[in-house]
């Protein structure tokens, strides 16, 4: 089942060119000055409204399941922040990580066949 996560961000027009020319996202605007990136079935919704009235930041890492990892990481290793390399993970994925404009970490992963 997709999801679809909304983001706090400080800058719009810096987090849509990072993920425009980075990490080759498909942009869209949408309603009440948000901006909808999607990269497959993975779909982030950005906003400068503050919604939830603390700083821009996450604990976690946001995983994206992509289907050609492999061919993704070279498409934007050279360009992006990589948190840490491609790789198979024990758990049985193969993936690799990134710090995007706004501090989030994102990975992104596909399922390895056993």
């Known amino acids: 089942m997709?999801?679809?996560?909304?983001?706090?961000?400080s800058n719009l027009e810096t987090t849509r060119t990072h993920y425009r020319d980075t990490l080759d996202f498909t942009l869209t605007?949408?309603?009440?000055?948000?901006?909808?990136a999607t990269l497959q079935d993975a779909t982030l919704v950005f906003t400068q409204?503050?919604?939830?009235?603390?700083?821009?930041?996450?604990?976690g890492t946001f995983y994206l399941i992509v289907e050609d990892v492999d061919r993704y990481y070279q498409q934007v290793k050279d360009r992006a922040e990589i948190?840490?390399?491609l790789q198979n993970m024990p758990h049985g994925s193969r993936e690799f990580g990134v710090r995007d404009c706004n501090g989030y970490y994102l990975a992104f992963s596909q399922h390895q066949a056993r």
Do not use: E, F, V
């Open 49 to 59: 409204q503050n919604l939830w009235q603390h700083p821009t930041g996450c604990s």
């Open 29 to 36: 605007d949408t309603a009440q000055s948000t901006l909808t």
């Open 2 to 9: 997709p999801i679809a996560l909304l983001l706090h961000t």
């Open 83 to 85: 948190a840490w390399p």
